[in-house]
Nanobody, 121 residues
Framework: QVQLVESGGGLVQPGGSLRLTCAAS????????MGWYRQAPGKQRELVAR???????NYADSVKGRFTISRDNAKNTVYLQMDSLKPEDTAVYYC???????????????WGQGTQVTVSP
């Protein structure tokens, strides 16, 4: 069973920075795309950023130039550096990956439990 564990959320003032980390469990054989999504109260979950195994990235327009996604394939870990944070970035941030567990015969889609990011004075 693949598990994703997120960390790094918290409370930050507008203009501040946070770095989110998402680590896949040791049961993971290989990860393909990895990404971050967020869901604010009363809104649908939306893509923040994704990165392919080869390092190709794409971002939501609302975070371009402020957020940076990166990954460490050897550790099956993805990061999200968030700078110049705004109150509208407040949401629960979820990690997502398409991965194959050791002993499995197919890839599956997996989600983390979410980490709260609150941007407030």
């Amino acid at each position: 069973q693949v598990q994703l564990v997120e960390s790094g959320g918290g409370l930050v003032q507008p203009g501040g920075s946070l770095r989110l980390t998402c680590a896949a469990s040791r049961s993971v054989f290989r990860t393909n795309d990895m990404g971050w999504y967020r869901q604010a109260p009363g809104k649908q979950r939306e893509l923040v950023a994704r990165i392919t195994r080869g390092g190709v990235t794409n971002y939501a327009d609302s975070v371009k130039g402020r957020f940076t996604i990166s990954r460490d394939n050897a550790k099956n870990t993805v990061y999200l550096q968030m700078d110049s944070l705004k109150p509208e970035d407040t949401a629960v941030y979820y990690c997502n990956t398409n991965a194959m567990a050791w002993g499995a015969s197919a890839y599956g889609d997996y989600w983390g439990q979410g980490t709260q990011v609150t941007v407030s004075p």
